[in-house]
């Protein structure tokens, strides 16, 4: 198997507006990883939406940094927290969430949402919401 992937690939670029807050949603539906117990393929799509700061992903990295997990053997609330976190790591948003969306398993659908914010103040109201427990709107 592959190395584990790692906040290498993603490459960002200056944010030309980062004094303004403005959200942008990237979608990979054709995501796949491993499932480590059974080594069967996984599918699903991750939605990766965020609030730049001073960097914006470049995407081409972003495809290559998620195509290492074609044969990653990583169940699915550890890749979408990892994601998360290399994403973190490279762009240093305001405020990110990654949404991951897999395909029924045994008749079974998952999705894993986790998000992070620079501070309680950079989280969108809706999410802020969310995490008081109150439902949002999407």
Not at 70 to 84: C, D, K, S
Not at 97 to 114: A, D, K, Q
Not at 116 to 121: D, K, L, M, P, V
Request: aromatic share 10%.
């Amino acid at each position: 198997m592959p190395e584990t992937p790692s906040t290498s690939p993603l490459e960002t670029f200056p944010n030309e507006y980062p004094e303004r807050d403005y959200s942008i949603q990237i979608t990979c539906p054709e995501f796949t990883s491993v499932c480590p117990k059974t080594g069967q393929p996984d599918f699903g799509s991750i939605t990766i939406v965020y609030t730049p700061d001073q960097a914006c992903v470049e995407l081409k990295s972003l495809k290559l940094y998620l195509q290492q997990f074609r044969n990653q053997g990583i169940f699915y609330e550890m890749v979408v927290n990892r994601i998360l976190d290399d994403f973190v790591a490279a762009c240093r948003p305001r405020w990110a969430e990654v949404i991951g969306e897999f395909t029924p398993r045994g008749g079974i659908s998952t999705t894993v949402e986790c998000d992070y914010a620079a501070t309680e103040a950079s989280r969108p109201m809706e999410h802020a919401e969310k995490k008081r427990g109150n439902k949002s709107r999407r």
